[in-house]
């Protein structure tokens, strides 16, 4: 113990020593450690391994043991499946086809193959394969089971009675062994009953039942007929049961039964029997029956459903435009037009087989033609809940290809069928679109219009309003939205301007309420008390409508007033302007004249002699004077072209002479020039016949010539040339040297009293071509202005050779 002790003490005694010791022994120790750990880690996962495979191998084992019993149990169904007369068709919710189980010869003699017991039409009558096809519809889509009996080809009458089974749908079909057989078919070959072993039978029967013999005489009845002869007070003789059949009656019924050969049923064959149906069927040594009240009647011919009684409406039918199609109360369809075909694109012989309504929508869906349902099964099943309406109902239908359908379903009376009218509404929504659009792009243009706008409809209330209406009469726009009668915009009004609000509308309102057929439409201004001034119009629209437009014309009325206002002044000044400058004209030449007959007398030495500088200052006098009195017979003679006196004094003129006129009367003008007029005169040869009035031609001529001069450096050249122009009519052109007119003051030339200054010109009073143009326009003619290359001014005056036939012809 003090051994062992000692170690551990000198350790503890010296933990620097300790430490390494330690570290040392735990790293040496650390692969030993591991590799114990992985060899435990190992024993554990082989023996759970070991473990889950003998789990395995026994659930292995079990499967096996299971799948054999189920393949033998298998076997023994199938066994028992071909060892029985009998054939099963299994539908299973897939999709795929049906599968065809047991025996096919017991059903179809020497026929083997599966599919050909789904070929109903191959070994069933018609009707009998109709009416399993419409029993398989019923059972698989709505699940109603059945049982009912159908003949084949050969005779035999074949037990049919479908279940559902855990969602699928089953069908056995059992040969019965009996055969319908007509009278001449001979004797059936199948064993029929005893009468005792049928009197066994009909003893636990709770309905009347019996058997007679070979010859027809009631040999037996059970309880239940004794108690029905009973309630019917038939009588017999002691012993014996009664007949509930006269003799007539039971011999007709025995002999049918003979010629049927084997059971045959009878609806109400008893007139005392009530609801209650009659069943025969031989046996062998005589036949027996009962009566039986009916669950479910067996389809007979005579028991057909009854079809929609359409009458002579059928005719009318087919020669619609409009799909119709009529159902009877087993959803069959049972008439059609040509238009029903072509709109759903079905074949008329198909339909003309009067296929039921589910096989017809099932088609349609097959064929992409009806609308996109996520849940096809509710959306078909609620569409024929249409047999149970009692009034029509519409239902719009959105179809994949673009149309659209308003289906209304009607029920045909004393029926219970359904008459279906598909009402193409394609064109009619397209139409409604595009008329919806245009209403919107109106409603868009009124709210857009400066004009307020109202129309009334024809009881008195307001169909269509804009914005605008309700700024100008401060009409809230909910009332507006409201379609309002004119009584309620009235008193609207009335609250929005006090002052003449009821007045201004009470007064519309008679222009609206006016039902005369020969009103006419109306307008005028009213003068609210506001200050505001508007326009009104009242219009009536050809659908016996009104409609009303505001437009605020305040601010235009006050411009209108001022620009009349203005035009006004400015006629007045105008006629001012010319009372004074006729006056004036007049008033000037008299001291003018005197002023031109002294400088005359001065000039002619009368008076005595003149030095050069007095006669210069003579020369002076007398060329001014001129050149006013040129201008105060200008200015008359505008005065009398505005006042509409002017007129011409035509007749045949020498073009040389009058360019001598006008040379003269410049020279006068520019006698104190330093430098003289430079003018070049150039005259055609081939002028027509030139008929003018002289003294308006020299005026033209004159101021064309003054003009350039004015506007010309001194000495400048001045170019006169005159041609013809076409057969009848002449141009006078005045050319000059200056530096020529801007474009933007071309036009202002021809104003008077539009002295332009250019550079390098003079200034002048401004009429010259002002003259010129007035009587250019007075002779028929035109005046030209333009630019010359490189400088200059070329003025053009272009006349009639004749003035005469253009006065003539303006008068």
Aim: hydrophobic share 45%; with cysteine.
């Amino acid at each position: 113990m003090a051994l062992s002790a000692a170690p551990v003490a000198v350790l503890a005694a010296s933990p620097a020593l300790a430490t390494p010791v330690i570290s040392a022994n735990v790293v040496n120790a650390a692969p030993y450690a591991i590799a114990l750990g992985a060899a435990g880690f190992g024993l554990v996962a082989t023996f759970m391994a070991a473990r889950w495979r003998r789990a395995a191998d026994l659930a292995n084992a079990s499967t096996a043991e299971r799948l054999g019993e189920m393949r033998a149990a298998l076997d023994e169904f199938e066994t028992l499946l071909a060892g029985m007369p009998e054939v099963t068709i299994l539908w299973k919710d897939t999709g795929l086809a049906p599968s065809v189980l047991g025996p096919v010869p017991a059903l179809i003699p020497g026929e083997t193959r599966p599919e050909t017991v789904l070929d109903f039409r191959s070994w069933l009558d018609a009707d009998a394969a109709r009416e399993l096809a419409d029993r398989l519809t019923d059972l698989r889509i709505e699940g109603k089971v059945f049982e009912t009996s159908i003949t084949a080809r050969d005779g035999r009458i074949i037990r049919c009675a479908g279940r559902l089974v855990g969602g699928s749908a089953v069908v056995r079909l059992r040969p019965s062994g009996s055969v319908m057989r007509s009278p001449a078919s001979g004797p059936a070959l199948t064993r029929l009953p005893s009468l005792t072993e049928a009197q066994g039978i009909l003893s636990n029967l709770t309905v009347p039942a019996w058997i007679r013999d070979r010859d027809g005489v009631l040999v037996y009845a059970n309880a239940a007929y004794l108690h029905f002869t009973r309630t019917l007070g038939l009588k017999s003789e002691r012993g014996t049961a009664p007949d509930i059949f006269p003799a007539p009656a039971r011999e007709r019924l025995l002999k049918a039964l003979e010629n049927a050969g084997d059971t045959i049923a009878l609806e109400h064959a008893h007139e005392m029997a009530g609801k209650l149906d009659l069943v025969l069927f031989p046996l062998n040594g005589g036949s027996a029956g009962y009566f039986y009240l009916p669950l479910a009647r067996p389809k007979m011919q005579e028991d057909a459903p009854r079809e929609p009684d359409l009458g002579h409406l059928t005719t009318v039918i087919d020669t619609l435009a409009t799909p119709v199609a009529v159902f009877d109360k087993n959803r069959r369809l049972t008439h059609f037009n040509s238009a029903y075909a072509q709109f759903w694109a079905l074949d008329p012989d198909w339909l003309s087989g009067r296929p039921d309504e589910r096989a017809i929508l099932d088609k349609l869906r097959t064929m992409g033609a009806l609308p996109a349902e996520s849940d096809y099964r509710s959306w078909r099943d609620k569409h024929l809940m249409s047999y149970a309406l009692t009034t029509p109902r519409e239902t719009p239908w959105y179809l994949p290809d673009g149309r659209c359908a308003n289906v209304i379903a009607a029920p045909a009376t004393g029926s219970g069928g359904v008459i279906y009218v598909f009402e193409d509404m394609t064109e009619r929504l397209a139409l409604e679109t595009r008329h919806n659009a245009l209403i919107d792009v109106q409603r868009e243009t009124l709210n857009a219009l400066n004009e307020g706008v109202a129309v009334f409809g024809t009881n008195g209330r307001l169909r269509l309003s804009n914005p605008r209406l309700s700024e100008i009469w401060k009409l809230p726009m909910n009332v507006l939205g409201g379609r309002p009668h004119i009584d309620d915009v009235t008193r609207a009004a009335a609250g929005a301007f006090p002052e003449d609000g009821d007045a201004i509308w009470r007064d519309l309102k008679r222009r609206i309420i006016d039902l005369n057929p020969t009103r006419g439409d109306t307008k005028g201004r009213i003068a609210r008390a506001d200050g505001r001034l508007i326009d009104f119009a009242v219009v009536r629209l050809p659908d016996g409508q009104s409609m009303m437009t505001f437009m605020d014309v305040s601010e235009s009325a006050n411009y209108e007033r001022v620009l009349k206002e203005r035009n006004e002044a400015l006629i007045a000044a105008d006629r001012l302007k010319d009372t004074f400058v006729q006056n004036v004209s007049y008033e000037l030449r008299s001291p003018l004249t005197n002023i031109i007959g002294f400088a005359d007398l001065l000039a002619s030495g009368e008076v005595g002699p003149l030095n050069e500088k007095q006669r210069a200052y003579t020369d002076y006098i007398r060329a001014s004077s001129a050149n006013l009195g040129l201008l105060i017979d200008n200015i008359l003679d505008l005065a009398t072209v505005d006042a509409g006196i002017a007129q011409l004094n035509t007749e045949k003129l020498d073009i040389p002479d009058l360019i001598a006129k006008a040379r003269a009367g410049l020279s006068a003008a520019f006698s104190g020039s330093e430098k003289p007029v430079n003018l070049k005169v150039e005259v055609a040869e081939d002028l027509p016949a030139f008929v003018a009035d002289g003294t308006r031609i020299v005026q033209i001529l004159y101021n064309l010539l003054s003009n350039a001069a004015r506007f010309s450096e001194p000495g400048a050249e001045i170019r006169l040339s005159v041609e013809a122009r076409g057969a009848n009519r002449i141009a006078f052109s005045v050319e000059d040297e200056g530096v020529g007119i801007p474009e933007e003051i071309r036009a202002a030339m021809f104003s008077r009293f539009e002295g332009q200054s250019v550079e390098g010109r003079q200034r002048g009073a401004g009429l010259g071509l002002a003259i010129v143009k007035t009587f250019a326009n007075l002779h028929g003619g035109t005046v030209h202005i333009e630019g010359r290359e490189p400088r200059g001014t070329r003025v053009t005056v272009i006349v009639p050779a004749d003035a005469s036939q253009a006065q003539n012809a303006g008068e």
